[in-house]
Every structure is written in C-alpha cells, then in structure tokens.
C-alpha cells in the first residue's frame, strides 16, 4: 500500500498533546473501506467525517474508539499509541453510535444514573436530563420514549460523565431543530474547555474551527482492493 | 469497586424487571424432577438410587436454559458496546453479569433442589452434600456458561450451539457434584468431591472472565 511509505504531510505535524491518526487503514470483513487517512485533533478542536453511505465514517469512529482493530497506521493520544492503554483511552472517551444503549424496563433518570455512575460520577443526573429537555420524562421507561427522546437521552450522557474526548456518530438522527441546538451548545461548550469532538453527519452542520474530513479522498483505488 | 457493584444492581433490576428468568429456570427445573417418576415408575427404592443424578442433571438443564440472554439483550440493544467502553475492565463485567446471572438462576436452584430431592426420597444423610455441592457448583455452571453465551453471540441458532459448547464442560461439576452426594450416603464423607468443587470454582472464576471478555471483543468488533 504505497500511503504506508509517505511520511506525515506539514499539515499533519502534531504538536504534544494532539490526538493524531496517521496513515489508518481499515477492513471490515473482506472489504478495505479507507486507507491512508491522516488526522490531528488539537485540545478543543472538532473534526467532522462526511463522506457517502459505506464510505467508513462509522469505523473510523470505532477505530479511534478502540473497538474495532485497524489494519494499519498509527493511532495516538499525545505521542502515545492508544492500544498501550486502552483503560485510560476508554475513561478519556464518550461514543455514542448507532443504538442509544437503553433498556426498556429502565427508566431515562435509572439509565442515566447508570451509565455516569459506571464513569465514577457521583453528581447529581438532572442537569443533564434538563440540558436535554428530558426533565419531565425521568421517570418514564425507555420503552415509552420516541426516538427522539431516546437520542436525547443517549446524548446526555456526554454531560453527565465528563470525558475529553466525544466520538459521535450521526448524533442528530432523529433529533428535533431544539435538540439539535442543544446538542450544538454542549459541543461548543465542551469545546472551549478544552474538549475534542469527532462527528459524522450527514446534515450541514456549522461548528466553528472545525476540520472536515471527507472519508470519499480515502477510498482505496480499485487495484488496491485487489491487492 | 463500585461500579461492579453498580452493574450487579443494574442486571438484578433488570431481571426482577423483566421478571420470567428465574421462574423460567425453576419451573422446568420443578417440571422435569417430576417426570422422572411418571417415567421410571414410582418405586421409592429406584428414585432413592437415582434422585442424586435427576437432581444434578436436571439443574444443569435448567441453568442453561438462561444463559442464551446473558450478553444475548446487551448485545442487540447497543449495551454491550457502551459497556466495553466503560472503564471498568470487559473482565470485570463478566464477572459482575455472572454474579447476578447467578443470584437471579443458580441461588433460586439451590434453595429448590433440597425440596426436589425430598420428591425423589434422596437418603436425608445426602442432603448437607447436596447442598453444598450447589453451592459449589451452581456458580460454576453460570461462568462456564458465560463462555458459551459469548462464543454464541450474534450466531444463528445460538441456543443450541450455546448448549453444544457448554454440556461438554458441565460433566466435571456433573461427576463431583453427584459423587459428593453418593459418597456421604455410603459414609466415605463429601469432603474430597467438594474440594474439588471448589477448585474448580476458583479455577473457573480466574480464567472464565479473560475468555469470555475476549470471545466478546470479537462480537463487537
């Protein structure tokens, strides 16, 4: 694969304390879905992955996650590959994917209260269920949430544990203009004090200063897919 | 710690919840002790000889009729990729969704064998044997089956192969359990059968949640 051989274009130069991909490649099953990405992620700065249905955006946020191996480049936070330690990669990071991770029979203040306790937050889970207008609905069951709601709640996890780093992927399926905005408000905030953010999307959303990273540049070349 | 802790709560309120598991679990274990009489005839000599075995079989059955839904739920709904996420170690988890799968299945199979043997006309001298062989052995039956759930996740059919993975491993609890029981009966004391129960235990507790945790990394990748 020749993008294994470049080295880190001057774009790509980190400095300490970045969050830096380079030359990643990944397979799911027999498929190579990118090869040769390249991405540095600054305290406080957000990346947006666009790119077609398939073209890796959901890996590509496992990949950083840790769930999913990457066939190969390199992969670290501040200098240091995230495969030394992936207990300390996994307190730094939020992801929230496709499911909302809820149980029917628990109700939206329980599944809160039980993710933020697992990360070891003792705070109280209103402000968070408040944030996202979930304030009446706490003790509902999940199984009576819309779709909307259940991303609400999905999404408000991210300010009820903090962790620096939010992997998020397609975060405004589903989500009315409000919640959208709410959602665009705890970004920004977490961002400014310091926080990084990683999003795929499908919409046109605006965040200020932030790198769009199309995952179309990084298909492989067909003769690449045979190899 | 503490989130151990939490996960145990959180998978016992969802099984009191959800209710069905534990009462699944004793109401086949209740239903099949009873077949047995209709089916060898109800000579107390003949059940006295066999109640030991009917029991243990029968538990066995009935614990493994829950372990398909140990990761089988947290896997299709999203779960079990935020919880690999979590801090706490993928190990320790496993650990934590045992402990509960075992005060939600086994606690219940061991408070119902003694009564199930008392059917079956078990010698009283058997039952501090039978007793502590479940204690033993019950939690046993909840780690290896752990394996086999994770090794089963997202397969078709992953009830049977479940229960072609994890029989197999089950005759060693099967053996001693049932060999604990005989050999305080015969006089001989239980005393070696439950040792090795235990150390099966112990064994079974320190390598289940490495092999488990690793079959699920793979799932979820």
Not at chain 1, 103 to 129: H, Q, Y
Not at chain 1, 173 to 197: C, F, K, N, Y
Request: aromatic share 6%.
């Amino acid at each position: 694969m020749p993008s294994a051989q470049t080295l880190p274009s001057p774009q790509f130069l980190s400095t300490p304390g970045d969050f830096t991909g380079h030359a990643l490649a990944c397979r799911r099953g027999e498929r190579l879905v990118f090869r040769g990405l390249d991405f540095v992620l600054p305290p406080g700065g957000a990346l947006v992955l666009i790119g077609p249905n398939g073209s890796g955006k959901s890996s590509l946020l496992r990949l950083m996650a840790g769930l999913t191996p990457r066939e190969m480049g390199a992969l670290a936070w501040n200098g240091i590959d995230i495969r030394e330690d992936p207990a300390v990669h996994r307190t730094r990071l939020h992801f929230i994917g496709h499911s909302d991770a809820l149980k029917p029979v628990l109700s939206a203040g329980e599944s809160l209260a039980f993710w933020a306790k697992m990360r070891g937050t003792s705070a109280s889970i209103e402000p968070a269920l408040t944030r996202f207008g979930l304030g009446t609905t706490a003790a509902l069951p999940c199984r009576y949430l819309s779709a909307g709601q259940r991303r609400r709640l999905a999404l408000a996890r991210l300010v009820a544990a903090p962790a620096e780093l939010w992997l998020l992927d397609e975060p405004l399926t589903s989500l009315d203009s409000e919640a959208a905005a709410q959602l665009l408000a705890a970004i920004a905030e977490h961002r400014a004090q310091g926080g990084r953010v990683v999003l795929s999307t499908h919409a046109p959303i605006e965040l200020g200063g932030a790198t769009r990273l199309s995952l179309a540049d990084f298909r492989p070349t067909p003769a690449e897919l045979l190899a | 710690m503490s989130a151990f802790l939490t996960l145990v709560a959180r998978d016992l309120r969802l099984a009191f919840r959800q209710g069905g598991d534990a009462a699944m679990v004793i109401a086949f274990f209740v239903l099949t002790v009873v077949l047995f009489p209709f089916g060898v005839g109800p000579e107390p000599e003949l059940l006295q000889r066999i109640a030991a075995g009917i029991v243990w079989v029968t538990a066995l059955l009935a614990a493994l009729l829950s372990l398909e839904r140990l990761f089988q739920a947290d896997y299709e709904d999203g779960n079990l990729e935020a919880l690999a996420l979590l801090p706490l170690p993928l190990e320790a988890q496993v650990l934590a969704k045992c402990l509960a799968h075992w005060l939600v299945t086994g606690l219940p199979l061991i408070i119902v064998a003694p009564l199930l043997a008392l059917l079956l006309h078990l010698d009283p001298a058997g039952y501090p044997a039978l007793i502590a062989g479940m204690v033993l052995g019950t939690p046993i039956l909840s780690l290896i089956g752990a394996i086999g759930a994770a090794l089963s996740l997202g397969a078709r059919r992953g009830g049977v192969l479940l229960s072609l993975l994890v029989l197999p491993l089950y005759i060693p609890v099967l053996i001693f359990g049932v060999a604990a029981i005989e050999a305080e009966i015969a006089g001989f004391g239980a005393r070696p059968d439950l040792l090795l129960l235990a150390a099966l235990l112990v064994l079974a507790a320190g390598l289940v949640p490495f092999a488990a945790a690793a079959a699920l990394r793979l799932a979820l990748e």
